[in-house]
């Protein structure tokens, strides 16, 4: 699977982005805030096109608070893209991730399909449906 993003907690969306920009990343269009999932939303981009996505949970009931609050700042999880997000889901079932979001549209890529599973060797992963060969 193709890495689409890593998803990174910061305790305050701007002075997030402003870390980021500090080790010469780049803004990739405003702040989305994604009232489904309670979480504010920046994406920045280093020079060789990494993608990393900024997460803000700014309420306490938001899907992502318990891990917010259990990690901190820094890395949660990884995002691949896929071309069928059910169909990877069932495989992905069979190397032992289990499903902790069902997929649901992401304001914050264009409304398209992510969903997320957790592995206990691996962590949390996010699946992006893209709908083209990876
Ligand atoms: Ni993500």
Same mark, same amino acid.
């Given at each position: 699977?193709?890495? *689409?993003? #890593? !998803? ?7 002075? !997030? ?13 405003? $702040? %989305? ?5 309670? #979480? ?7 020079? @060789?096109?990494?993608? %990393?996505?900024?997460? *803000?949970?700014? @309420? ?5 608070? !318990? ?9 949660? *999880? ?8 059910? +169909?990877? $889901? ?5 190397? *032992? ?12 890529? @264009? ?6 599973? #957790?592995?206990? +060797? ?11 060969? !990876?």
């Amino acid at each position: 699977m193709k890495l *689409h993003h #890593i !998803g990174w907690f910061v305790s305050d969306i701007h002075k !997030g982005v402003e870390a980021f920009k500090a080790l010469g990343f780049r803004r990739e269009g405003d $702040i %989305v805030i994604d009232t489904y999932r309670k #979480i504010e939303i920046c994406f920045v981009y280093s020079k @060789d096109g990494g993608l %990393v996505e900024l997460v *803000h949970p700014y @309420d306490k009931s938001s899907v992502a608070y !318990g891990l917010f609050r259990k990690y901190g700042g820094g890395v949660y *999880h990884c995002c691949y893209e896929v071309q069928d997000i059910q +169909k990877s $889901i069932i495989e992905l079932r069979k190397e *032992h991730y289990v499903i902790c979001e069902e997929p649901h549209s992401a304001i914050a890529i @264009d409304g398209k399909m992510v969903a997320f599973l #957790i592995n206990s +060797k691996v962590g949390m992963i996010e699946l992006l449906e893209t709908g083209e060969e !990876g």
